[in-house]
């Protein structure tokens, strides 16, 4: 199991330190062998988990920009966009421009939108889940089609019309196709029939049991074997914080059982830096390397 690290707070330095607070942050987390590094997709920060929506809160993909220049090994992606802030032919412009300059390091990751607030407050249309959905669908078509150096004609879809899907330069790579969230009935059957990978919340080792087995059967609708799907998870990292990697390494011990290739570290309420560099060290990358 590989371990990834998630950029969500940035309210322990004054705006004019967070620079270099992230510049020392991304090179604690390669030097402890860390394979992902990710950002929030939102303008406000998240009211809904109980932090302040005036607490700051960076665009995402100047960040990863940013990101990208300091480090040289690490994932890059957000974790995730949602589908109503761009459209989806810039966004697909934006992460090929990010795997170019960060030499082939991008994901797409996406989902449905969710965060009503920020949307009326800039003034995003906020339309019912339903269509965002059918928006998502899309956005994941057109990704993929201005991605492929052979279709760079239109498309023509119920939300979005592109009159061509011409993207240059290419990303180095296809960017991998994250989606996020565990809807059961929408969202894993999306993962099923686009997504290069998967994020889930851990909730418990049976709750990831069921969502996969839920997303190897819309695998199967589709004619897809699941394991070419990358299984992803969100996870505190409270053991890690009090300096128990031991406990750290059997909290995810069963998940790595259930083949969840990557867990995502939230990080607590300080310096970034400092819990890299602190708790998310090599030894627990290395110990959960071994599961």
């Known amino acids: 199991m590989r371990v990834g690290i998630h950029l969500m707070r940035f309210d322990s330095v004054e705006p004019a330190r ?3 607070e992230l510049a020392d942050t991304a090179g604690a987390a390669e030097a402890a062998g860390v394979s992902w590094i990710s950002v929030m997709d939102h303008f406000f920060q998240m009211e809904p988990a109980g932090f302040p929506a005036e607490d ?27 589908v109503t802030y761009r459209y989806p032919g810039l966004l697909a412009k934006t992460v090929a421009t990010l795997d170019v300059l960060s030499g082939g390091r991008a994901t797409l990751g996406i989902g449905a939108a969710w965060y009503d ?9 906020f339309p019912p889940l339903a269509e965002r959905f059918e928006r998502l669908e899309e ?3 057109i990704a993929g089609q201005m991605w492929d150096p052979g279709h ?19 990303p180095l790579k296809r960017p991998e196709i994250l989606v996020g969230g565990g809807g059961e009935r929408k969202t894993l059957r999306l993962v099923a029939q686009y997504a290069d990978a998967c994020n889930l919340f851990a909730s418990s080792p049976d709750e990831i049991a069921h969502k996969l087995d839920v997303l190897r059967a819309h695998c199967a609708d589709v004619g897809r074997d699941p394991a070419e799907v990358r299984v992803t998870m969100l996870h505190g990292s409270d053991a890690l914080i ?19 290739e990557t ?29």
């Open 18 to 20: 967070l620079r270099q």
């Open 56 to 82: 700051p809160m960076l665009e995402a993909y100047t960040t990863l920009g940013y990101l990208a220049g300091v480090t040289t090994t690490a994932q890059l992606g957000v974790l995730v966009t949602g």
């Open 117 to 125: 607030r920020e949307h009326r407050a800039l003034g995003v249309p």
């Open 139 to 141: 956005a994941l078509q």
């Open 152 to 170: 760079e004609g239109p498309y023509e879809g119920k939300h979005y019309q592109l009159a061509e899907t011409l993207c240059r330069p290419l």
């Open 242 to 260: 009090a300096g128990d990697v031991d406990r750290f390494v059997e909290q995810l011990r069963p998940y790595a059982a259930l083949e969840v």
């Open 263 to 291: 867990v995502i570290l939230r990080p607590p309420a300080t310096s970034l830096a400092a819990w890299v560099r602190d708790a998310v060290t090599r030894e627990a990358v290395d110990r959960l390397a071994e599961l």
